[in-house]
C-alpha cells in the first residue's frame, strides 16, 4: 500500500516523475499527494514544503546528471570529454524535461551543498583539468560552459532555431567545436580579462 511505504525518497522521486510528466510548475504538494493516494498534510512529515520539494526534484537531477556525465566522459580528455559532457546534458534535457527544468531554477542552499550537487561539480572540473584549467579560472570556465550549453540547449528546447536551416542538430557540432577551441587557448589567451572591458 502506497501509504505504508511513504518517506521523503519516495515523495521526492514522485515529484520528479510529475515534473516529467507535466512540467515542474505544477509540482505542488497537493499534486504529489493525489498522485500518491494520500492527503496533502500526510507529505509534511517528509517534506518542509513546496521548496523543498522543488529542491528535492534538483538534488535528483544533479545526480541522475553527474552519473551520466561520469560515465559518459571515463576514460576522455579534451574533445572528447567535452563532447561526451555537452551529450549528457542535451539527452538529459530531451529524456527528462521537468527535472531539466529544476537544475535550472535558483535552488536553496541546503540542494546547493548536497553531495549531488558536489558530484556534478567534480565531473565538470575533470573535464576542465584536461585543459589544464584550474584555480579561479576554473570557476569562470564552468559557468561559461554552463552558460553556452544550457543557453543553446534552452533555444532548441523552444524551438527558437526551428524559423530557418539548417538544424540546431547540425549546429551543435559547431558549438562543441566554439568552446573547445576557447577551453584550448584559456591559458594563453585568458590572461588579464579586464584588457578588453
Known amino acids: 500500500m502506497i501509504r505504508a511505504s511513504l518517506n521523503s525518497p519516495a515523495v521526492i522521486e514522485r515529484a520528479a516523475e510529475l515534473a516529467d510528466q507535466d512540467g515542474l510548475e505544477h509540482v505542488t504538494l497537493a499534486a504529489v499527494a493525489r498522485s500518491l493516494g494520500v492527503r496533502p498534510p500526510s507529505l509534511y512529515a517528509h517534506v518542509r514544503d513546496a521548496a523543498a520539494l522543488h529542491d528535492g526534484v534538483t538534488c535528483v537531477a544533479l545526480g541522475e546528471l553527474a552519473d551520466r556525465i561520469t560515465e559518459g566522459i571515463a576514460g576522455r580528455s579534451g574533445k572528447d570529454a567535452l563532447t561526451a559532457f555537452a551529450q549528457a546534458h542535451r539527452d538529459y534535457m530531451h529524456e527528462h524535461p521537468g527535472r531539466w527544468d529544476a537544475l535550472g531554477r535558483r535552488a536553496g542552499a541546503t540542494a546547493a551543498q548536497t553531495a549531488e550537487a558536489a558530484r556534478l561539480v567534480r565531473a565538470t572540473g575533470a573535464v576542465l583539468r584536461g585543459y589544464e584549467i584550474v584555480g579561479d579560472d576554473r570557476t569562470h570556465a564552468i559557468r561559461i560552459l554552463g552558460g553556452a550549453l544550457n543557453g ?10 526551428s524559423h530557418r536551416p539548417p538544424a540546431a542538430t547540425d549546429t551543435w557540432p559547431h558549438l562543441l567545436s566554439a568552446l573547445h577551441l576557447v577551453l584550448s587557448g584559456w591559458t594563453a589567451n585568458i590572461v588579464n580579462p579586464q584588457e578588453v572591458l
Open 152 to 161: 543553446f540547449l534552452e533555444l532548441e528546447r523552444a524551438g527558437a532555431f
